[in-house]
């Protein structure tokens, strides 16, 4: 017992003493994560309003597709994205890989999928009188963008930080991509798959812990926007 | 008469899965009167109000609008703000009373001080002032069609179209509406309103237009119509009113 006990005590003291190396791994995977939610968001959020409000030949076939890819392997993304920033792959001029940029990149279209549907789906679940309502009122095509965002807004947020959890508790793509360097591409996720193989086990722990505790904080968050019982009430 | 017209639609046809709901050659609405548009299920009354507010524009035929002929393809913004409409089952948006009813004007850029008069003013004609802080979600459905004629009344719109504003409401409500209905809209305001309630038809209606299975069977002024018209069902009760 003693080595858990030993494992925990130590792990603990590395967050309350606010480590240094612990605080770098931890800023490093919330500045990737952040950019590529953000950036998956600004594309996701117009991407699944078009999906759940127009009709299109290939409505359905898209909608498959996008369905399959919310089960979407994190090291397929990253095979992927490896093929095309390497140095002889189309992106390649670039040189992305192993940057925080090609993770973000890589990270960005893991989640496309997740976070377009949700939204679509919170979308699609809206009353349809939301829209001749905006009509009757006066309301441009811009405002009506507008009111709908106004009006899902907490499903989208809930969305969206979905996504966030995605990217942050992902290893396939930041590892492929990313390289796993100290101080510029080192995650939570790789630095504790990296520590543990050396034998660091406290140190992978304490970051484990981090880890747990930011996925609980999001899902506290998203419960309360989806599913709180103060719902009806907003 | 023919200069009294607002709005005419010629020759419109609306499909809706490949059934044809709505097929009408002629229909007007009178300037500063009471339109009524009446007939029985599916017979094509909300679709035609839907049409002649602008709210939906997918259709074949042409509507006219002051004898201006309306392009579809256009979002006709400016023409839609002159006008306003009470659904039945009214939608509010989330957030409290007070937003709600001030949505038409901040979407036309109103100062907010205006807005903050404005508000007050209409929620203490409709006596729902008490409420405007409350949250949307939590009215009851006479209050929130309550707060829908307020929404709709706030812009001062040039036509008003109400849909069977009514029909979801209990007694008391239908009271307070028929009896403030008159007072709220203005002279210069024209109403199209789609309603089974004799009442209100005995009360406000100045011109009437019965449908049926989506084409318009009789159209005339409310003098002269005769209510044996309405077919089996309607005709006995709207047969009291003359």
């Given amino acids: 017992m003693d080595y858990y006990a030993d494992a925990i005590y130590r792990a603990l003291k590395l967050i309350i003493t606010l480590d240094a190396e612990v605080i770098e791994v931890v800023t490093t995977s919330l500045k990737i994560s952040t950019s590529s939610?953000?950036?998956?968001?600004?594309?996701?959020?117009?991407?699944?309003?078009?999906?759940?409000?127009?009709?299109?030949?290939?409505?359905?076939?898209?909608?498959?597709?996008?369905?399959?890819?919310?089960s979407l392997p994190t090291v397929v993304v990253g095979i992927f994205v490896y093929s095309l920033i390497s140095r002889r792959g189309i992106l390649g001029e670039f040189e992305l890989l192993f940057t925080p940029i090609g993770i973000i990149f890589g990270q960005v279209l893991l989640i496309i999928p997740l976070i377009t549907a949700l939204i679509r789906n919170v979308i699609f679940s809206m009353d349809e009188?939301?829209?001749?309502?905006?009509?009757?009122?006066?309301?441009?095509?811009?405002?009506?963008?507008?009111?709908?965002?106004?009006?899902?807004?907490?499903?989208?947020?809930?969305?969206?930080?979905?996504?966030?959890?995605?990217?942050?508790?992902e290893i396939g793509v930041s590892m492929m991509i990313?390289?796993?360097?100290?101080?510029?591409?080192?995650?939570?996720?790789?630095?504790?798959?990296?520590?543990t193989n050396k034998g660091r086990f406290a140190f992978a722990l304490a970051l484990g812990l981090i880890l747990l505790s930011l996925s609980f904080i999001i899902n506290f968050v998203v419960y309360f926007l989806q599913e709180g019982k103060n719902y009806a009430k907003r | 008469m023919l200069k009294d017209k607002i709005i005419e639609v010629k020759n419109i046809e609306k499909n809706c899965r490949e059934k044809k709901i709505l097929e009408i050659d002629n229909f007007i609405v009178l300037k500063n009167k009471f339109n009524f548009i009446v007939g029985g299920n599916g017979s094509g009354?909300?679709?035609?109000?839907?049409?002649?507010?602008?709210?939906?524009?997918?259709?074949?035929?042409?509507l006219y609008y002051k004898g201006e002929k309306i392009d579809k393809t256009n979002e006709n913004l400016e023409l839609r703000r002159k006008f306003s409409v009470i659904w039945q089952d009214p939608y509010l948006y989330r957030g409290n009373v007070f937003y709600?009813?001030?949505?038409?004007?901040?979407?036309?850029?109103?100062?907010?001080?205006?807005?903050?008069?404005?508000?007050?003013?209409?929620?203490?004609?409709?006596?729902?002032?008490?409420?405007?802080?409350q949250s949307a979600f939590t009215l009851s459905s006479g209050e929130k069609q309550k707060v829908s004629i307020a929404r709709a009344l706030i812009t001062e719109p040039e036509i008003l179209f109400v849909d069977e504003a009514t029909t979801n409401l209990d007694e008391e409500s239908i009271q307070f509406f028929n009896s403030h209905f008159a007072d709220l809209v203005t002279e210069e305001m024209t109403v199209v309103m789609v309603s089974h309630d004799r009442r209100q038809i005995k009360l406000l209606a100045d011109y009437i237009t019965l449908l049926h299975k989506g084409s318009v069977k009789i159209s005339r002024k409310i003098n002269d119509f005769n209510f044996q018209l309405f077919g089996a069902g309607i005709e006995t009760p709207i047969a009291e009113l003359v």
Avoid at chain 2, 105 to 120: A, P, Y
Wanted: aromatic letters at 4%; a positive charge; zero cysteines.
């Fill in chain 2, 100 to 133: 709600n009813i001030a949505l038409p004007l901040k979407l036309r850029n109103f100062d907010s001080k205006i807005i903050q008069d404005k508000v007050k003013k209409i929620a203490k004609k409709i006596e729902i002032e008490a409420l405007l802080d």
């Fill in chain 1, 129 to 169: 009188k939301l829209y001749k309502t905006a009509i009757s009122m006066g309301a441009s095509r811009r405002q009506k963008f507008k009111l709908l965002i106004l009006e899902a807004r907490y499903g989208i947020i809930g969305s969206v930080i979905a996504g966030f959890g995605r990217v942050l508790g």
């Fill in chain 1, 178 to 195: 990313g390289g796993n360097i100290k101080g510029v591409t080192r995650t939570i996720t790789t630095a504790m798959s990296l520590e």
């Fill in chain 1, 37 to 70: 939610t953000l950036i998956a968001s600004i594309i996701s959020i117009p991407l699944a309003i078009l999906i759940a409000r127009n009709k299109f030949k290939s409505k359905k076939i898209i909608n498959i597709i996008l369905n399959t890819m919310l």
């Fill in chain 2, 45 to 62: 009354k909300t679709s035609l109000l839907n049409i002649l507010s602008l709210v939906d524009q997918d259709y074949k035929g042409e």
